[in-house]
Nanobody, 125 residues
C-alpha cells in the first residue's frame, strides 16, 4: 500500500523557518518524482516544488524560489521541504504526492497518483 505521511507543520511567526517531511512507503522510492503542493483557504491547490528521486533534479514555483529547498534522505525514503523567511501568505496545508511521469508538468495535480493527508503551516504576522 502506497503511503505518504507529511509532518513538520506548525504555527510560526513571519520570518521564521520550518522543515516539512514526507515519509514514503509501499513503493520503490527511487523510481518516482515527489512533489510538494499547498492549498490555502479558499484557493486552489498549487505546486511549490518537486524532486526526482533517481537523479536529484528539482524545480520550484517562481513564488517560492530562493526561500524553499527540497531534498531527500533516500535511505529513509523521505523528502524534505525546508522553508525560510516564512510569510503570512505561505499559510496553507502542505501536501506531498507521488508522480510516476517524467516531471515535465510537475505542477499539474493530474500528474500525481497518491497524496498524503497534509500538514498545516500557519504563519502569523
Amino acid at each position: 500500500e502506497v503511503q505518504l505521511v507529511e509532518s513538520g507543520g506548525g504555527l510560526v511567526q513571519a520570518g521564521g523557518s520550518l522543515r516539512l517531511s514526507c515519509a514514503a512507503s509501499g513503493f520503490t522510492f527511487g523510481r518516482y518524482i515527489i512533489g510538494w503542493f499547498r492549498q490555502a483557504p479558499g484557493k486552489e491547490r498549487e505546486g511549490v516544488s518537486c524532486i526526482s528521486i533517481s537523479d536529484g533534479r528539482s524545480d520550484y514555483a517562481d513564488s517560492v524560489k530562493g526561500r524553499f529547498t527540497i531534498s531527500t534522505d533516500n535511505a529513509k525514503n523521505t523528502v524534505f521541504l525546508q522553508i525560510h523567511s516564512l510569510k503570512p501568505e505561505d499559510t496553507a496545508i502542505y501536501y506531498c504526492a507521488q508522480n510516476a511521469q517524467d516531471g515535465t508538468n510537475w505542477y499539474s495535480l493530474g500528474e500525481y497518483d497518491y497524496w498524503g493527508q497534509g500538514t498545516q503551516v500557519t504563519v502569523s504576522s
